[in-house]
């Protein structure tokens, strides 16, 4: 009931370039990775900013952006990522996130992604709950 529907997703072949683009187009920062709609694995916008070199620490313009586009999401993102069911309580996916420290869980159905729930979602149904 509360997961986004709507999932952005990227392949495994995706660049790192591709990951950052979609990270800040939909202001989110996870992503499932999926391969013919199975979920495969789950990139962050803190793999991608551990992976991307900095431009502070003397790193060439030419180089930032050589590695933006020749580093796969395969290369950084978490493979087999913890998921769970649409019809995983709300309650035990709560206490995935919160024990597991996790922003976001996949929700699939077999090995097929269906949806996202990510801590935002969960905070604007306590929000929501506390409004009536």
Known sequence: ELMTRK???LAESASLREALALLQRHRIRHIPVVE???LVGIITDRDVKRATPSLLSGTSQEDYDRVLAQTHVS???TRNPFSVT???SLKDAAKLLAERKF???PVVEGD???GILT???LLRAFYESLED
């Open 112 to 114: 097929r992604l269906v």
């Open 7 to 9: 999932v952005v997703t």
């Open 75 to 77: 290369q950084v993102m």
């Open 86 to 88: 649409p019809s995983t």
């Open 36 to 38: 013919d709609a199975r």
């Open 103 to 105: 922003g976001a869980l």
């Open 119 to 121: 801590n935002t979602d």
